[in-house]
């Protein structure tokens, strides 16, 4: 669908700041023509409107597309019939600052393409890790984009294990038998086969931090190109689940390229945007061909977060947490008194950034003792600032002294928990929302494990942990996870949410139990 190209000007200056010029000036047209341009917008579902009068920005306009991603999409779609005039038309729009640079060097790339491909989307990301951790869960730009490269044997969907590279499995005494899928091949045309999935296995449950988890497996056996065999302590029905996290994503690196058996494959990679081509060898192909993402905090900060999108999906996110350091010298008063104190705080930042949450935690009795030593508090380089407010009005109101230290947050992935001098940590981790399974998807895949782990509670929750007990293990969960509360070693302040623009030629498309989007399954209509 082709859109005028002046609603990009006008969400541009909707999203501007301290614009001193009206918008019929900004967009260029007179007062009577933006009138009806207005009308015919809101009539074409583009935008709602309630008029206004004096400067422009006294009229109550809020946009129902996102005019960037409707516009990428049309000119990429048509860069290779433009002619030269018309794909400078194009180049000079008001492209977002964050996104300009990724964004017209799309457009000239495609323009000079000989190739023709058809489906393209753009989308934003927080920010581009130097590499991508295929084995830090905790960081998100990583998880989105094995989500769409990778698979993993199996995949737990609405509570129950589905098999995915797997053709079938039985359970032969203690030995778990698994049966490959013949159709599965990486991006580089190889045929996925025992052998690389067993490296992969072998290299997960033998790894410090899955120790525990996986105590079970005793051995693996490969029998044929198909078909492996894990040998264990006893049948243990979660090793499947297990077997379908994101860590145990089947993926082959050769010559420092990674290659995996998913949707999609790796094109483009830099500080600023990532490009994701289709695997041409995956057996399901999808529409969507091309994926640009693109780095753009403002887009995620300012705009994907807030209330009232109309065409998007809304999803949960991440869940906000302040972890208690297990070794800090804080005795339980002092920790609660300062957990009370700090809430309020943060709970009306929150409010006040419009941002879409369920706030979770409720304040345990009238814990108000003089801190009278500061508290130690660590928070990365992107909360720091809105952290640091709060501690000063802390200070200045109730008398409560916050040290308050900023970590990298590249440093802060690759630092063990174990070497931060804190008291309390904030921590955005995303995880599954129901227990069982929630709990224990914190001590596997969330850094805040290297702590809560600490605990003879937690500890005792993974060693023993049985999914065919759901009510047992549910009832467990529960009360470990109120006595941390209660003591004030493990909050969960919040959950956040986080909208998906729907562009308009896109009818449907999924998010994964992870709130990661699954850009394979866009529909296009």
Not at 267 to 296: A, S, T, W
Request: aromatic share 14%.
């Amino acid at each position: 669908m082709k859109i005028d190209k002046r609603l990009l000007s006008l969400q541009s200056y909707l999203y501007s700041r301290n614009l001193d010029i009206e918008i019929h000036d900004y967009i260029g047209v007179s007062k009577r023509q933006l009138s009806r341009l207005l009308n015919t917008w809101q009539d074409n579902g583009y935008i709602e409107y309630s008029g206004g009068s004096g400067r422009g920005r006294k009229l109550e306009i809020t946009m129902k597309i996102d005019a960037e991603k409707e516009l990428f999409y049309y000119a990429i779609q048509n860069a290779k019939n433009m002619e030269l005039q018309e794909l400078q038309e194009y180049i000079n729009l008001p492209w977002h600052e964050e996104s300009r640079e990724s964004v017209i060097q799309a457009l000239i790339d495609e323009f000079y393409d000989k190739e023709h491909t058809q489906g393209f989307l753009l989308d934003y990301v927080f920010d581009i890790p130097e590499r991508l951790y295929k084995n830090m869960s905790h960081d998100t730009v990583s998880s989105q984009i094995f989500e769409n490269i990778a698979e993993t044997l199996y995949v737990y969907n609405k509570g129950e294990v589905e098999y995915q590279l797997v053709k079938y499995d039985e359970w032969v005494d203690n030995a778990l038998h698994i049966h490959l899928t013949k159709d599965a091949y990486f991006d580089d045309n190889v045929q996925m086969t025992s052998k690389e999935v067993v490296s992969v296995i072998n290299d997960v449950y033998k790894r410090r931090e899955f120790h525990l988890h996986f105590q079970m497996i005793r051995d693996i056996e490969i029998i044929n190109d198909f078909h492996f065999v894990i040998y264990c302590t006893h049948a243990v029905e979660h090793l499947k689940f297990l077997l379908s996290e994101p860590y145990a994503a089947i993926l082959r690196e050769e010559d420092g390229v990674v290659h995996g058996t998913g949707k999609y494959c790796v094109h483009k990679y830099d500080k600023n945007e990532i490009v994701l081509n289709v695997n041409p060898y995956n057996k399901r192909q999808p529409q969507i061909k091309k994926i640009f993402l693109v780095k753009n905090q403002s887009k995620i900060r300012d705009v994907y977060n807030v209330r009232n999108r109309l065409t998007s999906i809304r999803f949960a996110k991440s869940n906000g947490l302040l972890v208690c350091n297990p070794k800090t010298c804080l005795t339980k008063e002092e920790r609660l008194s300062f957990i009370n104190a700090f809430v309020p705080y943060m709970q009306k930042l929150l409010e006040q950034e419009n941002r879409e949450f369920d706030w979770l935690y409720q304040p345990f009795g009238d814990h108000q003792i003089k801190l009278t030593k500061p508290i130690k508090f660590l928070s990365n380089n992107f909360n720091y600032p809105a952290f640091q407010k709060i501690f000063d009005k802390m200070e200045k109101e109730l008398g409560v002294k916050v040290d308050h230290k900023m970590v990298d947050h590249e440093i802060y992935l690759k630092t063990p928990l174990e070497a931060l001098d804190t008291d309390f940590l904030f921590m955005m981790e995303t995880y599954m929302q129901e227990n069982p399974i929630k709990f224990y998807d914190l001590m596997l895949n969330c850094k805040c494990k290297e702590w809560l782990l600490q605990y003879s509670d937690c500890e005792s929750f993974i060693r023993y942990f049985d999914l065919n007990e759901k009510e047992k293990m549910n009832m467990i969960a529960d009360n470990v996870l109120s006595k941390l509360e209660e003591e004030g070693l493990f909050i969960e302040l919040y959950l956040k949410y986080r909208y998906f623009y729907f562009p308009s030629y896109i009818h449907y498309i999924e998010v994964n139990q992870y709130g990661f989007i699954k850009y394979h399954s866009a529909i296009i209509e």
